[in-house]
Every structure is written in C-alpha cells, then in structure tokens.
C-alpha cells in the first residue's frame, strides 16, 4: 500500500486555515481584528518568503485559546468548517483524493498548522489520518504551547518518519502534494512529487526537477 500525501494550505483548500481561523477569532471577539490580523498577515508574508519562525506564529495564535476547552474549540471549529472551509476545497483536489483512495493508497495529511483546525478539515475530506502541529493541553486547557516536533519544513519528514515506524510503513512509492517552498525537503524524498498551485520557488524547482505541475481549482 502506497502512501499518498497532502499538504493542507493552499493545496486542498484555497486559503491558510490558521489565517481564517484568525479571522473566526475575530469576529467571536477573542482578538482585536484589525491588530490581530495585521500580525497575522506580517508572519504570513514571512512564511511566504520562507522565512518564518513556525514557533513565533503558533506562539501569536494560540494565545487567544489560552484557558480555553478542547471541547470548547472543537464545538466552534466545526461550523466554521462548514462555513469558511468547504466553499473554499479545490474540487481537483476531492478528485485526486479519490483517485488515490481508488487505487488503494493510504491518505494522509500532513500540515504546518494545528490539530485543531487540520483535524476537522481532513475529517470533512474524508481523510482519517493527519500530522500536524499538536498543542499543549494542561489542567483540561489549552495553554498556548505546543507539544514535541513542529510539522514545518524538515519537521515534516521527522514527524513522518515517526509516523512511518509506529505504523510499520515505509515510502516505497509514495506521493506527495504541496504548493510551497517550505515542503521542498519532503517532496525531494518522496518517489513521486507533485507541486500544487505552486510558489515562484517550488515552480522554478519542479520545472528544472521535472516534476508534475497541477493547476488546481
């Protein structure tokens, strides 16, 4: 069984879930919106240019979720799910999905932002299985922290390789999706790379690599 893989942002969907959730924060009056969102865009234009310290975002993000419920968050993701994120999955992408799953691959995701949003999402894919950021959990409350390796750049592929020995698995065969730069360390690993709507640097990569380009809508 084949290992088909998928970055979440801008890759399944047409948007960055952490960014909207940025945006939810706001309008539930958790964040001052115009200055929590001119942080936001600042980190994510860093990200963007490759340069971002992913522990300086999820730090940022996470604060307004201190004190608060898993179930808490859990019970407000999932209408926004169906109100912000649907509308926003690129139909090539449930195509592609499906035609991994068809041919009897294994599916799983594996994403920079957090297992509070990419859980929900994947779920609402009709994806099981996800790597991503974990958060810290302490008295029954988020505390704004996360939790081991951070599923950015080269820490994808240590939380893969992880992933990958726990479940008995290997890349023999593997595919892997993904529109940004940061991911270049895992698409040279796998067998087959595929860039999504890329980056101007993940494109001149791939075209000089001769990997697949997929123009996703």
């Known amino acids: 069984m084949a290992l088909a893989i998928f970055d979440l942002d801008e890759t399944l969907i047409h948007g960055d879930c ?27 234009d860093a990200y963007s240019h490759g340069k971002l310290r992913m522990e300086e975002y999820m730090d940022f ?27 926003i999955i690129f139909s090539d992408a449930t195509k592609t999905i499906a035609a991994h799953r068809k041919a009897g691959d294994r599916i799983l995701v594996i994403s920079a932002s957090g ?13 099981d299985e996800i790597l991503a950021i974990e958060l810290g959990v302490e008295h029954g409350v988020y505390n704004g922290h996360t939790v081991g390796t951070l599923t ?6 240590t939380r893969l390789l992880e992933w990958l020995d726990a479940q008995e698995e290997n890349l023999e065969g593997a595919s892997f999706y993904s529109d940004s730069r940061n991911d ?3 698409l040279m690993k796998v067998d087959f790379p595929h860039v999504v709507n890329p980056d101007p640097v993940l494109l001149e990569h791939a075209e000089k690599a001769g990997w697949p380009i997929h123009l996703w809508k």
């Open 18 to 44: 952490a960014t909207l959730w940025s945006e939810q924060m706001g309008r539930l009056g958790w964040v001052d919106p115009e200055s929590f969102m001119r942080k936001n865009n600042e980190l994510m």
């Open 152 to 157: 950015y750049r080269e820490g994808k592929i």
């Open 184 to 186: 270049l360390p895992l």
């Open 115 to 127: 297992t509070h949003l990419v859980g929900p999402i994947a779920e609402r894919l009709g994806i």
């Open 61 to 87: 993000s996470l604060e307004p979720m201190i004190g608060r419920t898993p179930q808490e968050v859990e019970h407000l993701v999932g209408p926004w799910v169906e109100d912000y994120i649907e509308p």
